[in-house]
Every structure is written in structure tokens, then in C-alpha cells.
């Protein structure tokens, strides 16, 4: 009885200190990851739309492996298309997440979110030779705006009813604003940049930046919370150390 007694005085003391009481991460827990081609975040070694494991590369992708090496958390990771699946595949099921993704208000409380892995801003490009200038979004109204399916961008243009023509990938945008189908590219900066370029397109203006983002690696929302957190503080360690500097560099 004296033991017990003791034992519950030290953790109700500990309560009072302020000492933190850390949850366990689960025996056997692992994580499903998900991913899609998002230069210069994430990308198939092979250009394809579907790798495995070492054969997906880019800044998100190198961050996130040594996340999950610092916090001795098993994963596996996969690269699939189209970014539509994936999300919703981590949207339902347990023991999935998907990266990278903006953190928005209206998905604040469909994940638990570890990051940020990284900026990214929104902008309006266009052809060298558009005399298109803009000053606020709601003057690209009348412009035919090219975006991505599923993407935060298509999305937030959607529900101010700009109707964007999205795209099954980002890059065919590039092509569709040169070939004069679209007037206007919603995307993201640097990946837009970054996959114009592995189109071949060079010198795209740009005409609007409207939005400031940052991305993160999303986790349904059963994950448990001493694994978001043991995964936070390795990325905060990685941000300390320099890590996560040195990652940007190497791709920029």
C-alpha cells in the first residue's frame, strides 16, 4: 500500500511541476505515405508517376525520411498519381498521410499536421509576351485561368467561382498557357518555375502573387498524438541543426 501511496503522490508532483507526460508511440505502429509528383518538393527518380521508397526524391521527400529516421517511427512511402486518390486515401484511412499540402482553415481539423516542410506561394503566371497586369485576383475574372485538379489553388479559385480549367497535372499547364489555350497559370512558386522549365518553357512572367503558403506532411486524423509530436520535434531539430537548410540548398 506504501508503494502505491508513493507512486501516486510522485505522478500527481509531476502533474503539479509542469513535468510533461509523454504518450508512447504504439508497439508496431508504421505510417503509409503518400505522395505525388511535385517538383521541386517531390519527384519520381524516374520522371514516372508511380516510385517506391529511394526512387522518389526532392526536398519534401529527404526531409521527411530523416523525420521518421530521427523518431525511430516505421514507414513505407509511395509515389502514385492522381493527387486526388492520394489525399483522399490519407483522408480516410488510418495509419495514412500524404505530403506535401497546404494548411488550410478548411482542412485545419481533417488532419493532424507535422511541418512546415517548406513555402509555398501562389501566383499568376503568363506568357513573355502577355500584356496582361494585374493588381488584385478579382481582376483576373475575365481571363481564362489554368490550375491543377485537386490543388489548394484550383480549390480556393473555385470557391471565389472563378472556375479554373484544371489540369490532370500541373506541368501540362506550361504547355497549354504557351499553345494560347489558357491565359492564365494558377500554381505554386518555385514549382511552377520548376516544371515549366521541364517542359522546356523558359520566361513565363509573373503578373500576381495572391497567396502565401506553407506546406506540410498531413496525417489522418487517428494518428495518434505522441507520433505527431515525436515527429514535430524532429523536424524542429532538423530546422535547429541546420538540416533542413542544407536540404533547400542542395535543390536551389
Known sequence: MLDRTFLAFAF??????????????????SIVLLTENFPPYNMASNDKNFAQEENIRGIAAELVREMFRRADIPYSMTLRFPWDRIYKLALS????????????PEREQAFKWVGPLGPDDWIMLARADSPITLQTLDQARPYRIGAYKGDAIAQSLAERDMR???ALRDQDNARKLLDGQIDLWATGDP???????????????TVLRFNSAELFLALNKDTPQAVVERLQRSLDEMRRDGFVDRVFADYL
Open 12 to 29: 500527481c508532483a509531476a502533474l503539479l511541476s509542469g513535468s510533461p507526460v509523454r504518450a508512447e508511440v504504439p508497439a508496431g505502429y
Open 191 to 205: 514549382a511552377g518555375r520548376y516544371l515549366a522549365r521541364l517542359e522546356g518553357i523558359n520566361g513565363l512572367k
Open 164 to 166: 479554373p480549367i484544371v
Open 93 to 104: 484511412n488510418a495509419g495514412y498521410g500524404v505530403f506535401v499540402t497546404a494548411r488550410l
